[in-house]
């Protein structure tokens, strides 16, 4: 059986022995004689499987009790909508901000929008360049000393990493201080959690669809913090109501039952592999491999600022933009998938997430330096 690298940014790569396990399980789970697709949700049987799953990734994350753990439907973009509907009206009127720092922060302010007062209070390229399109000006992360709310707003939402921009940012400490008193952080982690340690601590909200670190599509994970429970504006569905997901663990409806249980299967299999701190030293090798091979040459480009470079989602171009397609072509008959970059940007990008080895990037980087040679 062949298998091959894939780069892509998500759906990425599973760990082989969660494939594995999920080979298994899809035919008999737990010697039960039942699969686990066809699990029922308030059977014991998942209640093993949810229990099992809320533990490990509390016990990766290293999360007080002030924080609970919600599996919601909807994916990263329905967070978009899901965190608004929530906690937009906390004090009393409709406020929220943002700070923008590439496409999907740019999104997700859009989203919210619809529903109170949302404005940008700091960005990194939307207000001197209005097409988000652009690969320019998403490149560097806003000054954090400058970066306030608003009088009244509940809420300050960013990315910690732009998965196509190529912008992580993790240091959000200074800006946690000197928010207004009433206002929460909410962090979009869709592509960067579980991939180095965050500071859960200093956030309301970190939220992250499953299906590049922690699992496959159909779920996205919501670390909430308590007491911010219970906020709902009356329109948001039941089904989103924050409350309702935890009084009702997750399941007021059928849940994804199979994405939870893949979910599960990887938080083991990280905890196996030396958990959240492992990975971390792990992407930051993978990822300097990468970028001090691009840096020693001018033929491939990355103009994201050193000290914001994501570690999990390389964006790069060559020098000369016609050779890309061959490029992407030759790569793939070397079993190096996907690494094609995002529509709105062009160009490549290398998605290195948790499940990828070193000797994924090792082969990436061979490749990379004989199509150089050829081509240069
Ligand atoms: C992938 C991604 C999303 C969108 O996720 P969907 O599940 O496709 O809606 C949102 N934000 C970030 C940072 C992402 O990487």
Not at 26 to 42: A, C, E, F, M, P
Not at 58 to 79: E, H, P
Not at 120 to 143: H, L, M, Q, R, S
Not at 229 to 253: E, K, Q, T, V
Request: net charge negative; with cysteine.
């Amino acid at each position: 059986m062949a298998r091959f690298w894939n780069f892509s940014a998500g759906p990425s790569m599973l760990p082989y022995d969660v494939l594995n396990q999920i080979s298994i399980d899809v035919l008999d789970w737990n010697s039960t004689g039942i699969s686990v697709t066809d699990i029922n949700h308030r059977s014991k049987y998942f209640e093993i499987i949810y229990n099992q799953a809320e533990s490990d990734l509390r016990a990766l994350l290293g999360l007080s009790s002030d924080y609970c753990i919600l599996f919601i439907q909807g994916g990263g973009q329905g967070a978009n909508a899901v965190v608004p509907m929530n906690m937009i009206g906390m004090n009393g009127i409709n406020r929220a901000d943002f700070i923008i720092s590439g496409y999907w922060s740019y999104k997700s302010y859009l989203e919210a929008c619809k529903y109170g007062d949302v404005s940008i209070v700091a960005d990194n390229g939307y207000t001197t360049k209005i097409d988000c399109n652009d690969y320019g000006p998403y490149t560097w992360f806003p000054e954090n000393k400058s970066i306030k709310t608003r009088e009244g707003s509940s809420y300050l939402q960013f990315c910690s990493n732009e998965t196509i921009n190529g912008v992580e940012f993790v240091d959000w400490g200074d800006i946690a201080n000197s928010i207004n008193k009433d206002a929460v952080l909410v962090v979009d982690a869709s592509s960067n959690f579980l991939t180095r340690v965050l500071d859960i601590d200093d956030t309301g909200v970190v939220f992250a669809c499953a299906q590049k670190n922690a699992g496959i599509s159909g779920v996205t994970i919501f670390i909430v913090r308590k007491d911010l429970i219970g906020n709902a504006l009356n329109i948001c569905p039941s089904i989103f109501d924050y409350m309702n997901l935890f009084h009702g663990h997750s399941r007021y409806n059928t849940p994804p039952v199979f994405a939870i249980y893949v979910s599960g299967l990887v938080f083991k299999w990280l905890r196996r592999n030396g958990g959240v701190k492992k990975m971390e030293s792990n992407n930051l090798e993978k990822s300097r491999m990468l970028y001090d091979f691009m840096d020693s040459t001018s033929f491939y480009i990355n103009k994201i600022h050193p000290s914001v470079r994501s570690r999990v989602n390389i964006p790069f171009h060559l020098k000369n933009d016609l050779l890309t397609n061959i490029f992407i072509e030759k790569a793939e008959n070397r079993g190096l998938m996907n690494i094609r970059g995002h529509r709105s940007v062009g160009g490549l990008r290398a998605s290195i997430y948790n499940a990828m080895p070193i000797d994924g990037v090792m082969d990436l980087i061979n490749y990379m330096r004989d199509f150089e040679c050829y081509y240069g």
